[in-house]
Nanobody
Framework: QVQLGESGGGLVQAGGSLRLSCAASGRTFSDYTMAWFRQAPGKEREFVGAIGRSGSRPYYADSVKGRFTISRDNAKNTLDLQMINLKPEDTAVYYC?????????????????WGQGTQVTVSS
């Protein structure tokens, strides 16, 4: 198993930036495909982006492409989400998630482990 914990959320004005981090512990971090999801009030949890075990070629949802960047440091067991040019519609609780393999990376049901989430609020 792997335990996940997010940090770095907060309140930011539209156009601003935030960097979220996810710290992993337990089983070998590099065994897992990692992802970020988000859930706004009254909406389903949606895919933001994912990154493979080696950290190459991350994949993003169209809504964040060009604004968000996912990276991982397997030596430090951390996953990051750099967010720039934030919009009010980015307001949500952001979760990191882990799964084995590369199948169905955009589907929340395919992820086995989740963090507790961190709130991001973007004011207009």
């Amino acid at each position: 198993q792997v335990q996940l914990g997010e940090s770095g959320g907060g309140l930011v004005q539209a156009g601003g930036s935030l960097r979220l981090s996810c710290a992993a512990s337990g089983r070998t971090f590099s065994d897992y495909t990692m992802a970020w999801f988000r859930q706004a009030p009254g909406k389903e949890r949606e895919f933001v982006g994912a990154i493979g075990r080696s950290g190459s070629r991350p994949y993003y949802a169209d809504s964040v492409k060009g604004r968000f960047t996912i990276s991982r440091d397997n030596a430090k067991n951390t996953l990051d989400l750099q967010m720039i040019n934030l919009k009010p519609e980015d307001t949500a609780v952001y979760y990191c998630a882990a799964k084995v393999g590369l199948a169905w990376i955009t589907r929340r049901e395919s992820y086995d482990y989740w963090g507790q989430g961190t709130q991001v609020t973007v004011s207009s």
